[in-house]
């Protein structure tokens, strides 16, 4: 099996190679090659200790990356490649990063202290080097599956961070996870206690937006309830209405899956209905029968969203766009231009855009025959809006073929500048007027 190794990763292993010291690509840029995916980075494992390294390629930038652990990162063309000295690891105190690392000149000691099979590889730069593959990596590529190396346990108490790298590529690739590892893992779990937020939230966001996500999620939620404890209110909690077939939870889990895959949408899917639990509420009908309620359900819901993104130190923008998408998620859109065009006016073109898809991944989520009809209405508004976008029609002040000079010169002035254009626009946005200006001149004379 050959890998097309990149010009710039030959160069340092050749040169590597010509000093006498032995060297390969390793890791997830093997894997990736043989799945045909485009690898993300190029690691680069050798047998030259980090100073050799630095001497060696003495005439390009070398970066003392992760010294301590044996990397520098070699630049070629402005890009950073890590070469990481072979090496065995010593104790891991902290669950996250070994106390020493001893370096070592075989290439079969550092695959063996890797963390899953199908990362466990390593390959030369030569066309007729072949992949080295010590614990049947190539294998479990093949058949779709996670699996540790070595011990499960130890992989996991070593680097605890693991725990959810294991799910994130099986999400992310779509496998399946070894029965002993899927165990370790369940038994292991509050191991992540002792990882940073930080580190979860990257691998967590890379997960929710994977192929196979929805099933990993399902399967391990003992796992995520860790980090998101905040999601067990909504397991097997039934809805008792006709709309919902599903739990709260089954519910959610199905509109994750009913959504593009983007890290915004799927974190607004899968924390819109988290509030339902604490304000459900029931009506006993003529019948007998119950039926549940959840006002203001999305009001707690954003709250409880807002508390777990900022727990887990999300960015600004998708703390706010999450945030304003579960506030919003069950609010009536007219099926009207003048209704879009205020909604539009009100949150910006993008999250009105992602708010369609947010409304149509939920109904999709609930009971299918009573679907339909809800669709549908979704379907005009979006055709709605794609003309009000494609038409280029006015719906914000800016917009207006008149403007605060305009007013100024017309003799207003202080707060009846801004009072006057928001006037001129909702007749413009009603359709009273239209967006030109000596119309709008003659309208401003009758106000």
């Given at each position: 099996?050959?890998?097309?190794?990149?010009?710039?990763?030959?160069?340092?292993?050749?040169?590597?190679?010509?000093?006498?010291?032995?060297?390969?690509?390793?890791?997830?840029?093997?894997?990736?090659?043989?799945?045909?995916?485009?690898?993300?980075?190029?690691?680069?494992?050798?047998?030259?200790?980090?100073?050799?390294?630095?001497?060696?390629?003495?005439?390009?930038?070398?970066?003392?990356?992760?010294?301590?652990?044996?990397?520098?990162?070699?630049?070629?063309?402005?890009?950073?490649?890590?070469?990481?000295?072979?090496?065995?690891?010593?104790?891991?105190?902290?669950?996250?990063?070994?106390?020493?690392?001893?370096?070592?000149?075989?290439?079969?000691?550092?695959?063996?202290?890797?963390?899953?099979?199908?990362?466990?590889?390593?390959?030369?730069?030569?066309?007729?080097?072949?992949?080295i593959d010590l614990f049947g990596g190539i294998e479990d590529?093949?058949?779709?599956?996670?699996?540790?190396?070595?011990?499960?346990?130890?992989?996991?108490?070593?680097?605890?961070?693991?725990?959810?790298?294991?799910?994130?590529?099986?999400?992310?690739?779509?496998?399946?996870?070894?029965?002993?590892?899927?165990?370790?893992?369940?038994?292991?779990?509050?191991?992540?206690?002792?990882?940073?937020?930080?580190?979860?939230?990257?691998?967590?966001?890379?997960?929710?937006?994977?192929?196979?996500?929805?099933?990993?999620?399902?399967?391990?939620?003992?796992?995520?309830?860790?980090?998101?404890?905040?999601?067990?209110?909504?397991?097997?909690?039934?809805?008792?209405?006709?709309?919902?077939?599903?739990?709260?939870?089954?519910?959610?889990?199905?509109?994750?899956?009913?959504?593009?895959?983007?890290?915004?949408?799927?974190?607004?899917?899968?924390?819109?209905?988290?509030?339902?639990?604490?304000?459900?509420?029931?009506?006993?009908?003529?019948?007998?029968?119950?039926?549940?309620?959840?006002?203001?359900?999305?009001?707690?819901?954003?709250?409880?969203?807002?508390?777990?993104?900022?727990?887990?130190?999300?960015?600004?923008?998708?703390?706010h766009d999450v945030r304003n998408l579960v506030r919003m998620?069950?609010?009536?859109?007219?099926?009207?231009?003048?209704?879009?065009?205020?909604?539009?006016?009100?949150?910006?073109?993008?999250?009105?855009?992602?708010?369609?898809?947010?409304?149509?991944?939920?109904?999709?989520?609930?009971?299918?025959?009573?679907?339909?009809?809800?669709?549908?209405?979704?379907?005009?508004?979006?055709?709605?809006?794609?003309?009000?976008?494609?038409?280029?029609?006015?719906?914000?002040?800016?917009?207006?073929?008149?403007?605060?000079?305009?007013?100024?010169e017309l003799g207003f002035s202080g707060c009846e500048i801004?009072?006057?254009?928001?006037?001129?626009?909702?007749?413009?946005?009603?359709?009273?007027?239209?967006?030109?200006?000596?119309?709008?001149?003659?309208?401003?004379?009758?106000?």
């Amino acid at each position: 099996m050959k890998i097309n190794v990149p010009e710039e990763v030959k160069t340092i292993i050749k040169r590597l190679n010509s000093q006498g010291f032995s060297a390969y690509v390793v890791g997830g840029c093997v894997r990736d090659s043989i799945l045909n995916r485009k690898p993300q980075d190029w690691d680069i494992s050798s047998s030259a200790k980090p100073e050799q390294v630095k001497e060696i390629f003495y005439d390009m930038g070398v970066i003392e990356t992760g010294i301590k652990h044996g990397t520098v990162s070699v630049i070629i063309n402005h890009n950073p490649y890590e070469v990481t000295t072979f090496r065995c690891d010593g104790e891991y105190k902290d669950n996250r990063r070994p106390d020493t690392v001893t370096f070592v000149s075989d290439i079969d000691i550092d695959l063996s202290r890797r963390d899953f099979t199908i990362n466990a590889l390593a390959c030369g730069c030569e066309d007729s080097s072949e992949v080295i593959d010590l614990f049947g990596g190539i294998e479990d590529i093949k058949n779709g599956i996670v699996r540790c190396v070595g011990e499960p346990e130890k992989r996991f108490s070593e680097d605890a961070l693991r725990i959810l790298r294991a799910l994130r590529f099986a999400s992310v690739l779509g496998f399946d996870i070894d029965n002993k590892t899927s165990i370790a893992i369940h038994k292991q779990r509050d191991l992540l206690k002792n990882i940073s937020v930080e580190r979860i939230m990257s691998e967590f966001k890379q997960l929710v937006c994977g192929i196979n996500a929805v099933s990993i999620i399902r399967e391990f939620r003992d796992v995520i309830e860790v980090f998101i404890p905040e999601i067990t209110a909504m397991f097997e909690f039934n809805q008792n209405t006709p709309y919902h077939c599903y739990d709260v939870w089954e519910h959610t889990l199905h509109s994750v899956e009913m959504i593009e895959p983007e890290v915004d949408l799927r974190f607004t899917m899968l924390f819109h209905d988290i509030g339902k639990p604490k304000v459900y509420s029931e009506e006993i009908l003529e019948n007998g029968n119950t039926l549940g309620h959840f006002y203001a359900h999305a009001k707690y819901s954003e709250e409880i969203a807002a508390k777990i993104l900022n727990r887990l130190k999300s960015d600004n923008r998708l703390l706010h766009d999450v945030r304003n998408l579960v506030r919003m998620h069950g609010d009536q859109i007219p099926l009207s231009k003048s209704g879009i065009k205020r909604k539009l006016n009100k949150i910006g073109v993008e999250l009105f855009r992602k708010l369609l898809k947010v409304k149509r991944a939920d109904v999709l989520a609930q009971s299918p025959g009573l679907a339909d009809e809800r669709i549908k209405a979704l379907k005009d508004i979006e055709i709605l809006f794609d003309e009000i976008i494609s038409e280029e029609e006015c719906f914000k002040i800016k917009d207006l073929k008149i403007n605060g000079k305009d007013l100024i010169e017309l003799g207003f002035s202080g707060c009846e500048i801004g009072q006057t254009l928001k006037i001129i626009l909702n007749a413009v946005v009603d359709g009273k007027i239209d967006n030109d200006r000596d119309k709008i001149l003659e309208f401003i004379k009758m106000i």
